[in-house]
C-alpha cells in the first residue's frame, strides 16, 4: 500500500468504505478498493453453504440413537435432524461448488 495511503482519515471515506474500515481495518479496506475499485461487488448469503457444512456433520456425528443429542447441538428439532439423516446427497451427478464432495475435497472431512 502506498504510503500516503496510511494518512487516509476513514471519515472522509464514502459510507461503504467507512463501514469496511470498522470491520477489516483502513489497510485492508484500501487493499480491497484498490482491487475492486469500479466494480460491483456483491456477498451472497451463505446460508446454503451453512446448511450443507452443518447437515454433512450431524451425518459424521450421527451413531445410531444420538438425535436428541445432535439436535440440541445444533438447535434443531430431532425431527429435522432425522430428515436431514434420511436425506442423501444425490452422488450421481457432478459435483456442485457446496456439494459435500466438493467440500470434503477442498476442506476435508
Known sequence: ??????????????????????IIGL???MKLAKE????TLYFTKLDST???IRDKKIREEF?????????????LTEAWV????????DESHQP??????????TFGK
Do not use: C
Not at 63 to 75: P, R, T, V
Open 1 to 22: 500500500m502506498e504510503q500516503w495511503m496510511k494518512e487516509i482519515n476513514p471519515e472522509v471515506l464514502p459510507e461503504p468504505y467507512r463501514k469496511l474500515t470498522s
Open 27 to 29: 489497510e485492508n479496506t
Open 36 to 39: 475492486f475499485q469500479g466494480t
Open 50 to 52: 451453512i446448511k450443507l
Open 63 to 75: 451413531d445410531g440413537g444420538n438425535h436428541k443429542q445432535l439436535a440440541i447441538k445444533y438447535g
Open 82 to 89: 432425522r430428515k436431514i439423516l434420511a436425506e442423501r446427497p
Open 96 to 105: 456442485s461448488l457446496f456439494s459435500e464432495e466438493f467440500l470434503e475435497s
